[in-house]
């Protein structure tokens, strides 16, 4: 790799965590190519993304982010997972890490707050934007079917009422 490539790549990287809402850093060896392969899959699923890179690059293109403290997770073969959802990358690595014991998550960072284990897995156990989305619409559509059905209630028993009396007088 020249000088221009890694240049290319800490402006990507930087990019990475400045847009991202989550980084995971996790050690991966032992992984195949087929595990990896699996993990970026599952990563795509939610719009996040699987990165290796030279961890001297990664911690040059650290300096200045938010999350600038996950550089003291980059020692050994590790890997950088990512999402702009702040919980998606996490419940994946999560997840993976449970089925894989070849993964094992170190840490990461959501904006400037800097997660260690426990906080990657508090995060991945949080709900993803979309499902907080559809909590909140359910809320605010509940009460909107309820008023709906108080207000048709009574029609609907006026009406079996004046049928019953109906049947009745026949």
């Known amino acids: 790799m020249d000088r221009a490539q890694k240049e290319q790549l800490v402006d990507e990287l930087g990019q990475v965590f400045e847009s991202s809402g989550v980084v995971v850093v996790a050690h991966y ?11 970026r899959a599952q990563m795509r699923e939610v719009d996040g993304s699987v990165r290796v890179a030279k961890n001297k690059l990664a911690k040059i293109a650290l300096e200045g982010k ?55 897995k508090a995060v991945a156990a949080m709900p993803s934007r979309e499902e907080l989305i559809a909590s909140i619409v359910g809320c605010i559509a509940a009460p909107a079917s309820n008023i709906a059905g108080a207000i048709g209630a009574p029609a609907s028993n006026i009406a079996s009422i004046l049928s019953t009396i109906e049947e009745n007088a026949a």
């Not at 060896?29 to 993990?39: F, I, S, W």
């Not at 938010?66 to 890997?79: H, K």
């Not at 994946?92 to 284990?117: C, F, Q």
């Open 66 to 120: 938010p999350c600038a403290s996950i550089a003291e997770f980059l020692d050994g073969m590790t890997v950088l997972a990512y999402s702009e959802d702040p919980v998606a990358a996490a419940k994946v690595m999560d997840g993976y890490a449970k089925k894989n014991d070849k993964l094992v998550i170190l840490g990461g960072a959501m904006g400037e707050t800097a997660l260690d284990v426990a906080g990657v």
């Open 29 to 39: 060896e032992g992984m195949t190519v087929a595990e990896m392969q699996d993990l």
